[in-house]
Each structure stands twice: as C-alpha cells, then as structure tokens.
C-alpha cells in the first residue's frame, strides 16, 4: 500500500525559508503525481503545488514566486522549498499521491509550519 511520510516543519521567523520532504513507499506504477496541500487553523485544505513524474508543475497563486516543488524520481521523494514565509503561511501541510487516470489520492499524515512576526 502507499505510504506517505513528511518531514521538515517547524517554526520559522517571518521571510525566513523552510524545505518540506515527503518520501513515498509502495508505489508501483509510473506516471503519477505528486502534491502539496495545506490546512490553516480554522480553514479548509488547499492545494498549494502539484508536479507530475514528467516535472509539470502547478502552483496556487499564493506559492508561485515564493514555493518551489520538486522531486527526485530515483528515491520516490517529492520537495516543497518555502521562501519568503508569511505568518499565513502557518498550516498543516500535507503530501499527497496518486496515478494518472485514478481519482483515488493518497495522504501523508502531515507535518507543521509554523511562522511568528
């Protein structure tokens, strides 16, 4: 099955940076895509990124300048590199997974950013 594992949250002073990891086991199929969401106190997820195995990337018009997704396809591994934080930045940031051509999403459990002024 698939599992999803974040790591690097924290809390961070405002414009400062923060990177988020996401390693993925029991992935057996190519052609996927990978995501980044978020969940504010008191507010509903919202998509902050998304790249497909290909490297196609999207992002929510709050991260684009600031937000960069990557990921390294050999080690199953996707990366949200976060500059220039704001204290509305602070959320619940979760990583997501799953196949082209499939409407079921995997989750991690996610990981806490935090950002003081």
């Known amino acids: 099955q698939v599992q999803l594992v974040e790591s690097g949250g924290g809390l961070v002073q405002a414009g400062g940076s923060l990177r988020l990891s996401c390693a993925a086991s029991?992935?057996?199929?190519?052609?996927?895509?990978f995501g980044w969401y978020r969940r504010p106190p008191g507010k509903e997820r919202e998509l902050v990124a998304t790249?497909?195995?290909?490297?196609?990337?999207n992002y929510a018009e709050f991260a684009e300048g600031r937000f960069t997704i990557s990921r390294d396809n050999a080690e199953n591994t996707v990366f949200l590199q976060m500059n220039s934080l704001r204290p509305e930045d602070t959320a619940v940031y979760y990583c997501?997974?799953?196949?082209?051509?499939?409407?079921?999403?995997?989750w991690g459990q996610g990981t806490q950013v935090t950002v003081s002024s």
């Open positions: 997501s997974f799953r196949r082209l051509y499939s409407d079921d999403y995997y």
């Open positions: 029991g992935i057996t199929r190519t052609n996927n895509v």
């Open positions: 790249i497909t195995t290909r490297g196609n990337t």
